[in-house]
């Protein structure tokens, strides 16, 4: 299993930036996806999640209504939409497949993760 994450980089307050994570090694139309984001010096942090056919969308409340999780299933591959991103919003943002359970935001529910790719939000 393979999840590798691009498109971070450097926006200001009130831009956009669209993440992409590229699977490989599984079945990715079989599974759940998630992002979530660690800032410098805190706890990793669910940000939203995907069910495995797109159907379904999860958003913590940090974000709602500023991103927007999508799937190519084709494609194999994740992406997180940001708009009027904040500075709160910068942090290391990773991709994760989900095993399954009962919350999509419980962090022990993911089985592999990728690396990261780093968003910095400032002017």
């Known amino acids: 299993v393979h999840l590798v994450e691009s498109g971070g980089g450097l926006a200001q307050p009130g831009g956009s930036l669209r993440l992409s994570c590229v699977a490989s090694?599984?079945?990715?139309?079989?599974?759940?996806m998630s992002w979530a984001r660690q800032a410098p010096g805190k706890g990793l942090e669910w940000v939203s999640g995907?069910?495995?056919?797109?159907?379904?969308?999860y958003y913590a409340d940090s974000v709602k209504g500023r991103f927007t999780i999508s799937r190519d299933n084709g494609k194999n591959t994740l992406y997180l939409q940001m708009n009027n991103l904040k500075p709160e919003d910068m942090a290391l943002y990773l991709c994760?497949?989900?095993?399954?359970?009962?919350?999509?935001?419980?962090?022990?529910?993911?089985?592999?993760w990728g690396q990261g790719t780093q968003v910095t939000v400032s002017s």
């Open positions: 994760a497949r989900r095993m399954g359970g009962t919350s999509y935001s419980h962090l022990d529910e993911y089985d592999y």
């Open positions: 090694g599984f079945t990715f139309a079989n599974y759940a």
């Open positions: 995907i069910y495995s056919d797109g159907t379904d969308t």
